[in-house]
């Protein structure tokens, strides 16, 4: 129920005392003894991912595949760890992403399927089977009640609705559209059917600064629905746009932004709703890979410089703690907040807040850093 405390994750009452969520931290550095494979397996042990798994469970670990052309997205090597370990304890693994809505090489099963595949998510690299969450055409959905501020029932991909357990893999960056993406987006947009995300994204359509358009034609090109003309000034069909953001994110002079004001936030707080309703009755585990830190979604098919060097790996069984805990840990080496250098528009702080009211998990945690030995 909306605004009730997960008993797994937040504050953990123990002898009358309530303890701050666990987030468990690795560091980059590595060894010939301990290389960062090994210390991932040592992270999913001490958050204890065995926990969750029960035998013959089919275990969804969702992911982002990276659009072809991304290179920032998470190692396939990094998820065969992760297959491998639930395998250990006798559940059954698949990869899952549900569709994207925009037009691209993720919009539908097959090209999905083959995108995943040219990213080096074979059956044979990560030892499981790659399953679209939301079918072929990103119409298999489970609707899922949570009564919400903003969002009833959510429509969330059925291969992440009917799984018995969730593991969330997600990289860690930036985003145009919310500031930053991780473990809430990567559940919450990134489970939801292609309805469900044109249900998340219905409030933030861009508008044209037309004093600061140059005609260079850039979001025109970019544009998956087609919805842009330039002819002095770029002009937007909102028939025809979904709110999906390449335009924002493609130019450069500042010319394309959604209505912050009130669509970002709405949009942030969407995603919160969502993450909900599909950890909603699951056992959930959540790691994170602060590698090739970007400042923009991987469903790019280019990579942008990393706005901060690499950081590690951090896991928690609550999200809402995982997500601030990265954000700090981004903050801490970056002595600045880099997000919010590169979208200034955007305050990523109204999706940490909304989840941890409605009961998603807490912003305060304690980060237990793991010894580099097995």
Known sequence: MLGEVREDIGYEEKGGIYMLSKVYFTDMSTSPEMGLLKKLELLLKKVGLEKVIEPDHLVAVKLHFGEYGNLSHIRPQYARVVVDYIKRFKGKPFLTDANTLYKGHRSNAVDH???????????????????????????????????????????????????????????FKGHEQTGFGGALKNVGMGAASRIGKLEQHSDSKPYVREENCVACRMCEKHCPENAIIVEKVAKIDYEKCVGCGECIAMCIYGAMSPKWSSSAEILSKKIAEYALAAVKGKKAIFISFLTQISPDCDCWHINKPPVVSDIGFAASSDPVALDQACI???????????????????????????????????????????????
């Open 113 to 171: 399927i083959l995108n995943a595949y040219l990213n080096g998510f074979t059956p044979e690299v990560v030892g499981a089977p790659v399953i679209i969450a939301d079918g072929l055409r990103g119409s298999d959905e489970v609707e899922i009640k949570i009564d919400g501020e903003y969002v009833k029932e959510a429509k969330v991909g059925a291969a992440v609705a009917l799984a018995d357990t969730l593991v969330v893999l997600t990289h």
């Open 328 to 374: 700090d840990l981004v903050l801490q080496k970056a002595g600045k907040d880099p997000f919010l250098e590169v979208h200034p528009s955007v305050n990523w702080k109204i999706q940490l807040e909304h989840a941890e009211r409605i009961g998603l998990g807490s912003r305060a945690y304690d980060l237990v850093k793991v010894a580099c030995d097995l």
